[in-house]
C-alpha cells in the first residue's frame, strides 16, 4: 500500500505504470479496506469471515469496501487522470479491456451494466458487484477495483479472483497486461523501482501504514 502511493506522488506528466504484487507469508495473507470506511466495520467483516485477526488489516489509500487477500491477484495502476475524466468511466476503459482480452483466452466475462447487486452486509468487496465490475459466467464479481485521484494522477488498485477460470495466474496476468497496454496504446516495459521511490514507500510504511493512528483512524 505504501509503494502505491509512493507510485502516485512520483508520477510525472505522461507516465503511467502497471505494478503486480504478491503478498508475504501464507494465506490468508491479510485485508486491506477503503480509506472512508471505518476500521471498526472493516474489523467486524474480518470476524464474521474468521478472517484471523493476527493477518495485517490495513486502511487503503483508495475507497471501497474489504478485500481479503487469500489467493487473489493484486495489481495497481498510476496513469494521467483528465480532468473530464469520471470516475465511472476509469472503471469502465480498464474493466472493459480485462473483459475483451480474456475473451481472447475463451475465458468468458461481463461488465456489469446493471448497478449494485444485494449482498452481504458490511462492505465486503466481492459480496456483490457494482457498476462496471467484471462478473463471471455465473455472474459473480470476480474482478474489482477502488481509485483516489491526486495531481492529476490516478490510482487504480485492482484485486481479481482467478478461481472461475481454467487457466493459470500467469495467463491471467498477461491478459491484464494487454489490456492495459492496449488501453494505453503502448508498450509495456518492465522498468526497477528507483531508490527515491523505494526510499518514499519505506517512509509511508513506517510513518502511516504501519500506524494505528492510519489503520483505526475512523
Not at 501464507?26 to 485485508?31: H, I, K, M, R, V
Amino acid at each position: 500500500m505504501a509503494l502505491d502511493e509512493a507510485l502516485l506522488d512520483s508520477a510525472r506528466e505522461g507516465s503511467r505504470t502497471l505494478r503486480f504484487f504478491r503478498w508475504a507469508g501464507e494465506s490468508p495473507y491479510g485485508a486491506t479496506f477503503g480509506c472512508s470506511m471505518p476500521s471498526a466495520e472493516a474489523r467486524a467483516a474480518a470476524e464474521r469471515r474468521r478472517f484471523p485477526l493476527h493477518r495485517p488489516l490495513i486502511r487503503r489509500l483508495t475507497g471501497g469496501g474489504v478485500v481479503f487477500h487469500d489467493g487473489d491477484i493484486t495489481f495497481s495502476s498510476v496513469f494521467p487522470w483528465d480532468r473530464g475524466l469520471t470516475p465511472g468511466r476509469v472503471y469502465a476503459e480498464f474493466h472493459r479491456g480485462v473483459h475483451l482480452a480474456l475473451r481472447e483466452l475463451g475465458l468468458a466475462s461481463k461488465v456489469n451494466r446493471e448497478g449494485s447487486a444485494p449482498g452481504r452486509p458490511g462492505g465486503e468487496c466481492f459480496s456483490r458487484p457494482e457498476l462496471m465490475d467484471l462478473l463471471d459466467a455465473r455472474g459473480a464479481k470476480f474482478l474489482g477495483g477502488a481509485l483516489r485521484r491526486r495531481r492529476g494522477f490516478g490510482l487504480y488498485q485492482g484485486s481479481l479472483r482467478p478461481e472461475p477460470f481454467p487457466a493459470g495466474r500467469e495467463e491471467l496476468i498477461r491478459a491484464v497486461e494487454e489490456a492495459f497496454a492496449l488501453h494505453w496504446r503502448l508498450p509495456l516495459e518492465r522498468e526497477a523501482l528507483s531508490p527515491a521511490v523505494n526510499a518514499a514507500a519505506v517512509r509511508l510504511r513506517e510513518e502511516r501504514y504501519s500506524k494505528d493512528s492510519w489503520n483505526q483512524r475512523r
